[in-house]
């Protein structure tokens, strides 16, 4: 059942990010190899574009790989990138079939030059797309992410090109690698962990978060939508206060 009508679609939320966690305990509980939970977890990972899709959600941000994974088993590491190549190759048609914009997120210093350039290819075949922004973050870390950009900033600053007491807030976000990316709107962790895990560390200061405790190759459309609708329900204040509040201590 389509629980969100076309009406509120897009209003409030316009960006969905998700960590996705719990692809070994997956496996674990399936006495599958650890591999076998990635796979799965990339299936869930297309599922959830789809969804996106259907409710015309217009960026969708999906934590794949981060910089302290790097220190998992090698074998592991090296099913994950084997992984994402193949998606690459394969998934190229759908994101183009889809009006899908690709964007990557990350160092990619680490990343291996093959997949680089698939990456490059999907990034350049798909940056007309209109739909859906898909940004993938890989090798990435947030306090990573804030430090390229004090090392872009003060080099603008030392070439006189920026005036340091003209910095603020918006003016950082242009050194961010999500510059031209609100804010995500709506965070789900899966898994029951309760941390950030070094995720968009700038950008989710008022994001309303989701933790919950399926296991990523387990999540669903049903669950999808339920945390939509709960987040339609939630009155994000800013610092303000609560609007209802406003409204009557105008009448007294
Ligand atoms: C998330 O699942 C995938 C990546 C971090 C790449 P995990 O592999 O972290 O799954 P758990 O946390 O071990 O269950
Ligand atoms: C976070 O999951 C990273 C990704 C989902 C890519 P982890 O499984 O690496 O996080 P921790 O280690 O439990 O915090
Ligand atoms: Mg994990």
Redesign the pocket.
């Known amino acids: 059942m389509n629980i969100i009508t076309k009406k509120s679609q897009n209003k409030d939320l316009r960006h969905i990010s998700v960590?996705?966690?719990g692809n070994g305990r997956w496996a674990l509980k399936n006495d599958l190899p650890r591999f076998e939970g990635h796979k799965k977890g990339a299936k869930t990972a297309k599922c959830v574009i789809k969804y996106c899709l259907k409710q015309k959600i217009q960026y969708l941000s999906l934590?794949?790989?981060?910089k302290?994974?790097w220190l998992r088993p090698k074998k592991e590491v090296d099913y994950i990138m084997k992984l994402l190549s193949r998606s690459l190759i394969n998934e190229k048609k759908f994101l183009i079939e889809n009006d899908i914009k690709l964007k990557v997120i990350g160092d990619l210093s680490n990343i291996s030059p093959s997949i680089t350039k698939l990456l490059d290819q999907a990034i350049n075949d798909t940056q007309n797309n209109k739909g859906l922004t898909l940004l993938i973050a890989l090798d990435y870390t947030g306090r990573w992410e804030i430090l390229e950009a004090v090392k872009k900033l003060s080099s603008d600053i030392s070439k006189n090109n920026v005036d340091i007491n003209n910095i603020d807030e918006p003016q950082f976000k242009n050194y961010l690698q999500t510059s031209d990316i609100p804010d995500p709107d709506l965070l789900i962790r899966t898994s029951g962990?309760k941390?950030l895990?070094n995720f968009l560390l700038w950008q989710l200061s008022y994001t309303e978060i989701f933790f919950i405790n399926e296991l990523w190759p387990d999540f669903n459309e049903t669950i999808f939508n339920n945390i939509i609708l709960e987040f339609k329900n939630r009155e994000r204040r800013f610092g303000k206060i609560s609007e209802q509040l406003n409204n009557s201590s105008m009448n007294t």
């Open positions: 960590i996705m966690d934590f794949a790989f981060s302290e994974n962990e941390r895990s």
